[in-house]
């Protein structure tokens, strides 16, 4: 019974693992926009909200990945910028915490508002949310200088 | 630029990433799984019920965030369907799923890419208790 359950639910992990086969696809089209330069220019967009978190030009990626297409994309991402070693664990807990509460804001709003929510009202709550405790978990676990010595290391 | 070395590192270092992805999420979905089956997920959406109430919320809608954070967020989103609560009630509802939900799953990619999985799970627990709170206070 037991061993049915389990067995169950790793199919259904298979699965879901299995309809991630798309971030092959776009791990390509991030390797082209690292090699071409264009990667310094996203995040470069993404300061304005990387800066309040105190997270380093390093996170704009694995942030524009998270908010646009969800955390399990983003957390591939992620773990590639880990791998990588630029981001510290304290760095890499603001953007989750961030991320976790604020992430997939396209499909899951569109998802509220197909069944009747206000879908902007949803994510501005949201997004309002995930700034405050962003910003007071990098005010908490962040010193002032860092984001400014990973830059300049950078 | 090299076209074809370009290409080959970004498809290696895809299915990397989806390998590391897999050996997060199929264990995760065996739990959840067995969670579900063993019938725990019942007991917690009825001890849970009457605390709902906080938010001014009907006992029942415990079941969208129990759903919302053990099975799926497609699971929470149809359960807030089928509850077909008045707006107020499903705005504050949604919004607490939206904050919280993939709870097993999540905090463990989380984990696995370096961060502090318990933390973002603690503050994101706390996120949603206050912005139910918060959203039961000031909506009229």
Known sequence: MLLQWAWEGFLSGFMKVLAL???????IAIQFLKDSGWL?????????????????????????????????????VLIQTAEEGKLSKDQLTVMCVFLGICHAVVEETILFTAVGSN????IAIRFVTAAIFGFG?????????????????? | MDLAATTKRGVVSGIKVLWELAKVIVPAMVVINVLDKTGVLHYLTEWLGPVMGVFGLPGESALVL??????SFYGGLATIVALALPFKQTTILAAMMM?????????????????????????????????????????P
């Open chain 1, 119 to 122: 879908g902007v009202l949803l």
């Open chain 2, 99 to 139: 904050i919280n939900h993939a709870a097993i799953s999540e905090t463990a990619l989380v984990a696995k890419a370096g961060a502090r999985g318990s933390w973002v799970l603690a503050i994101r627990t706390v996120a949603m208790v206050l912005v139910g709170l918060i959203l039961n206070w000031v909506m």
């Open chain 2, 66 to 71: 129990v759903t919302a954070n053990f099975v």
């Open chain 1, 40 to 76: 310094g220019q996203l995040s470069k967009w993404m300061r304005p909200l990387l800066r309040p978190l105190r997270l380093p030009d390093e996170a704009g990626l694995p942030m524009v990945a998270g908010l646009a297409v969800g955390l399990t994309y983003g957390a591939g």
């Open chain 1, 137 to 154: 978990v990098s005010r908490f676990t962040l010193g002032a200088a860092m984001a400014r010595t990973e830059k300049a290391g950078a």
């Open chain 1, 21 to 27: 086969w798309w971030l092959v696809p776009l791990f």
